[in-house]
């Protein structure tokens, strides 16, 4: 439906001894896709074409590694749903002004709007570095320590009939070290350092964000203790320092500085080889984004005006839906089952999921599909499962049944926004010598239980087929896939576009 290739390769090679080369590179391309029931037989801004290459270099020894990469990546791809209607859209208050007199003044101004024209498209570049290794056994206590580091340099800007109307760039440092100690007591284990510093900002007609620099710093630890073969008990903590602060912004917008705690704990019960259980809870912190925070604008890939968290005067949504800045805290509850027995098998998964202040964008206006958001905070309730039941036939043919749903309201009842619907289905998969094929069934539900201003959206079937085959000795393979064989109408629940 979108006549889409990509090609994927990548080599290695010994430079000396102990010296390792790496390069790989990716391409796609793929046209505007075709679609049932619109007035067009494609979909005008689905094209997207993508490149990427990578190389690299690793130092190895008995005792470790230390290894380089420098990757490239270009995208180049359009932007379907954008509409230059809304672009007078503002809000007053909790409500959305979308004034006819406003849009004929601005399209006066900006010449934008023309059926003729061309969908917007986005141009992307990334510049990444990455620093990885790891020494086995460079001091007494210490088995292993592991070292990751990034620097990356990201950009990409949204062009409208070839003139770049909004930038957004992301550059920063990221950098993790993990050290693993020796047996303790029959207690293994690993403590560890994460740190990022990042700056981010938006230029022209649709920056919607302040430029922001983050930083970021954690510390964890993790344990794992073996009771006995059959009982094993895990123990986790991590405590994280945040600061956003805003760059030379006119409205002064407030720095955000806070510091969150996570604790987790799981039990593992493996009375058989075919059979184990695990009981896990955990209360995490989290802290949010800064689109969260410091939104203020017009961000038209999701039709939306979008508010932050911050006082009405430094965002906006209106002093009525101003609530004070809270650490979202939640409270989870999982518990899993796995059996093998012969050539059945089964999975069982269920949580239990409560978050207090959770943050979500509140829909508080809105203006045919255009919408004034607001992040706010509110407790929340999730709960589901997902299920797995397979049967192995031969080894050269196996059947699956699944399903998983999630059920998410706000105290009090209402609905989460944008929580997809159940789904279950059917997969089979076989293997012949150097062939494999899956065929795959999809069910997905009606969603009904909706939020305030959202619409129901309908259910849909999903057939899959993928034919492959890897070329003995060669290293080469290749596959046929074909998605959504029964040319269905797909709506997903979670967007706000489609």
């Given at each position: 439906a979108a ?17 390792a ?11 505007d ?9 494609r ?9 990427s290459?990578?190389a690299g ?14 990757t490239?990546?270009n995208d180049?791809?359009?932007?379907p ?5 809304y ?5 007053h ?11 004929e ?13 061309d969908?917007?498209?986005?141009a992307l ?9 790891e ?20 950009r ?11 930038s ?10 993990e050290?693993?100690?020796v ?10 350092l994460?740190h ?5 900002r938006?230029?022209?007609?649709e ?6 620099k ?6 964890f ?7 006995n073969s059959?009982?094993?008990l895990?123990l ?29 704990a799981a ?38 005006w979008?508010?932050?968290l ?5 965002t ?6 101003d609530?004070?800045?809270?650490r979202?805290?939640s ?5 899993g ?14 949580f ?10 509140r ?23 997902e ?16 399903g ?14 944008r929580?997809p619907a ?5 997969r ?9 094929a899956?065929?795959e ?14 619409t ?11 034919l492959?085959?890897r070329?003995a000795?060669s ?9 959504n064989?029964?040319d269905?109408?797909?709506w ?7």
């Open positions: 006549s889409e290739r990509a090609l994927a390769g990548g080599l290695t090679a010994r430079a000396a001894p102990g010296l080369l790496r390069l790989e590179g990716t391409l796609r391309a793929a046209e896709y075709r679609a049932r029931g619109l007035e067009v037989s979909v005008p801004g689905t094209w997207a074409e993508s490149g290459a990578t270099a690793s130092w190895i020894r008995d005792n470790g590694y230390l290894g380089i990469a420098y490239h990546r180049d791809y359009g932007v749903g954008h509409s230059h209607e672009e007078s859209c503002h809000p208050g909790t409500t959305l002004h979308c004034g006819e007199e406003d849009e003044d601005h399209d006066h101004d900006h010449d934008h709007g023309h059926a003729d024209e969908p917007p498209r986005v570049h990334s510049n990444r570095f990455d620093l990885r290794g020494f086995r056994h460079p001091l007494a206590l210490v088995e292993r320590i592991r070292l990751r580091a990034s620097h990356t340099d990201y990409h800007d949204e062009l409208e009939e070839d003139e770049v109307s909004t957004f760039r992301n550059s920063g440092f990221e950098g993790r070290i050290i693993q100690h047996p303790l007591g029959g207690l293994r284990g690993v403590l560890g994460q990022s510093d990042t700056r981010s938006a230029l022209g007609t920056a919607f964000l302040p430029t922001v983050s930083r970021a710093t954690g510390l630890l993790v344990e794992h203790l073996e009771l059959a009982l094993h895990e986790g903590a991590r405590h994280e320092w945040l600061r956003h602060r805003p760059v030379d912004d006119p409205r002064q917008r407030a720095t955000y500085k806070r510091s969150a705690s996570s604790f987790s039990v593992v019960w493996e009375p058989t080889p075919e059979q184990f259980l695990t009981f896990s809870a955990a209360r995490y912190e989290r802290l949010p984004h800064p689109q969260e925070l410091y939104a203020r604008g017009i961000h038209l890939a999701s039709n939306t979008e508010c932050g911050m006082p009405s005067a430094q906006c949504g209106g002093a009525s839906t609530v004070p800045l809270r979202e805290a409270h989870n509850i999982e518990l089952w796995r059996r093998r027995i012969g050539a059945l098998g089964f999975a069982l998964n269920a239990d999921n409560r978050i207090d202040h959770y943050t979500h964008a829909t508080l206006d809105q203006h045919e599909d255009f919408r004034l958001i607001r992040y706010a905070q509110r407790d929340a309730k999730f709960r589901g499962g299920a797995e039941l397979s049967w192995t036939f031969s080894p050269a043919l196996s059947a699956t049944l699944f998983d749903l999630v059920r998410a309201r706000f105290e009090g009842g209402e609905p989460l926004p929580i159940a789904r279950y289905g059917a089979v998969q076989a293997e012949r010598g150097e062939f494999g899956e065929l069934f999809v069910r997905v539900g009606r969603q009904q239980r909706i939020a305030a201003f959202e129901t959206t309908a259910g849909h079937n999903l057939l899959n087929f993928t492959r085959q070329l000795g290293g080469l393979s290749w596959y046929l896939r074909g998605s064989l029964l269905e109408a797909v997903n629940h979670a967007s706000f576009l489609a």
